[in-house]
């Protein structure tokens, strides 16, 4: 690793300042689970490194009780999150994939705002944030600026923050009565493993006709970026969800992927297993659904 | 340039000037002589390098030297009494033969520990989670894994850090 001057600012203005600063020589760190090995394999050299360990607070996922919005700092680790009741009982979707990242020894220091910066494309954390239609406030020296996740990424390791701007948190609006979510990583061993695939589907369902009110098919690592098929997502609104409605959104979401062939994975391999894993995760949802309900 | 660090290693308050570029394993390593954290793949794949920082259970590998500032690490030196006997996670390896060719043991039981510092009686799921960071290339899984669950069965007394002290003879 090259040598680096380590900056440690107390507010969001002087973090985006002290980066102003040094220009293309700076770097933010928060856990720097990625950054780190980056620096060590000499990807990356920043001559200055600035941490935001005093910019963002490390606080508990937190509902707002009047809004009913979940916000998550960008600096709530990925333990932080796996260990949090609110979010295993009514976030499964994101339990299901923040605890399956990396190991302990990295969830406990990796953040969730830098698992969405990186823009990776098998980042698992992102896919049920976007099932989650969440939306993300970012800081930078023009301001406070705003946007939908799905929108955040523009390539492999690629994203929409200018330079010196600063993913602050991430928050997900109430969820819909009846709804139920559910997301799998898909991969060749358990730990310690990038996805060969990551699907999250979400299901919400009208409460007397039991029809689908909302539905979000989410796919990683099957196109450069996260993404919503939103072909099968139009397909199964309105409809009484069933194994063969789940099986035809599978197969359109598997038309809408544009898998390609990687080490981790051949494409038509990827493509099969969108339709099975679409499919698996619906039927994941509608037993989430009626679990619910039973408790209620 | 050089950063003053300020922490808690194996029960010691310790005060070191380092280079912002190190890692906590360098410093562990290289600066303090802590030489039984090991470096695997240096890239927080392996697990070798597992410390506990702030009860929670890191790669020093790619933890930064100047984020231990504040914090208090233990590492495998501070697991056994000043006397040397062992402590019960370490005796339960030799006993049930936890321990191959070694290097992987002292991330194993620093990820073990800080697993049964939070949950005293996990279960075999919870065990196999905990060290899913921790390679192992003698394949020694099944006797880890019963190595740990057998320490499970100490009380919670048993389980406790000794560091050396700075009057230990021994440093």
């Known amino acids: ?296 | 340039m050089f950063n003053e660090i300020e922490f808690t290693c194996n029960g010691n308050l310790t005060r070191v000037k380092i280079e912002p570029h190190w890692t906590l394993l360098h410093l562990l390593r290289e600066g303090l002589g802590f030489t039984g954290t090991k470096e695997g793949c240096g890239s927080g794949e392996c697990g070798a390098c597992t410390v506990i920082v702030d009860g929670l259970a890191v790669n020093a590998c790619i933890y930064l030297a100047v984020e231990a500032d504040g914090k208090d690490i233990t590492t495998v030196e501070g697991l056994a009494d000043a006397d040397g006997t062992l402590h019960p996670l370490q005796q339960s390896f030799v006993d049930n033969g936890g321990i191959q060719c070694g290097f992987c043991t002292p991330g194993m039981l620093m990820s073990a520990k800080a697993l049964l510092d939070d949950t005293p009686a996990p279960d075999e799921t919870q065990i196999k989670e905990a060290l899913a960071g921790n390679i192992c290339r003698c394949t020694g899984y099944v006797q880890i894994f019963d190595s740990v669950k057998a320490a499970t069965g100490e009380s919670r007394e048993d389980i406790r850090v000794v560091a050396w002290k700075d009057n230990d003879e021994r440093r």
């Open chain 1, 1 to 296: 690793m090259n040598k680096f001057e380590y900056l440690v600012p107390q507010t969001l203005d002087e973090a985006v300042s002290m980066y102003d600063a040094h220009g293309d020589q700076a770097a933010y760190i928060a856990g720097g689970t990625d950054i780190v090995v980056k620096m060590k394999e000499y990807k990356i050299s920043p001559g200055y490194i600035i941490s935001l360990k005093h910019v963002l607070p490390r606080s508990e996922p937190q509902r707002d009780r009047e809004t009913g919005e979940l916000t998550l700092a960008a600096s709530v680790t990925h333990r932080m999150i796996e260990n949090s009741a609110l979010i295993k009982n009514e976030y499964p979707i994101l339990h299901d994939a923040i605890g399956n990242i990396g190991s302990v020894q990295i969830r406990n220091v990796a953040t969730i705002g830098g698992n969405l910066v990186n823009a990776v494309p098998s980042a698992d954390g992102v896919i049920p944030l976007i099932a989650l239609d969440a939306g993300v406030n970012i800081y930078g020296a023009k301001g406070k600026r705003s946007l939908a996740l799905v929108h955040f990424f523009t390539g492999p390791g690629q994203n929409v923050l200018e330079k010196g701007e600063i993913l602050v948190d991430i928050v997900i609006p109430p969820q819909l009565p009846h709804t139920g979510s559910a997301y799998h990583k898909f991969g060749r061993r358990k730990a310690m493993e990038l996805p060969m695939l990551g699907v999250g589907v979400l299901l919400s369902l009208e409460e007397r006709t039991r029809r689908c009110a909302r539905a979000r098919v989410c796919l990683g690592v099957a196109a450069p970026t996260p993404f919503r098929a939103l072909g099968a997502e139009r397909f199964l609104v309105g409809k009484k969800i069933d194994d063969a409605v789940l099986q035809e959104a599978g197969t359109i979401a598997a038309e809408e992927s544009q898998v390609r062939d990687s080490i981790r994975g051949v494409a038509w391999y990827r493509r099969e297993m969108v339709a099975v894993l679409v499919r698996r995760m619906g039927q994941k949802c509608l037993e989430r659904i009626k679990t619910t309900s039973e408790k209620a």
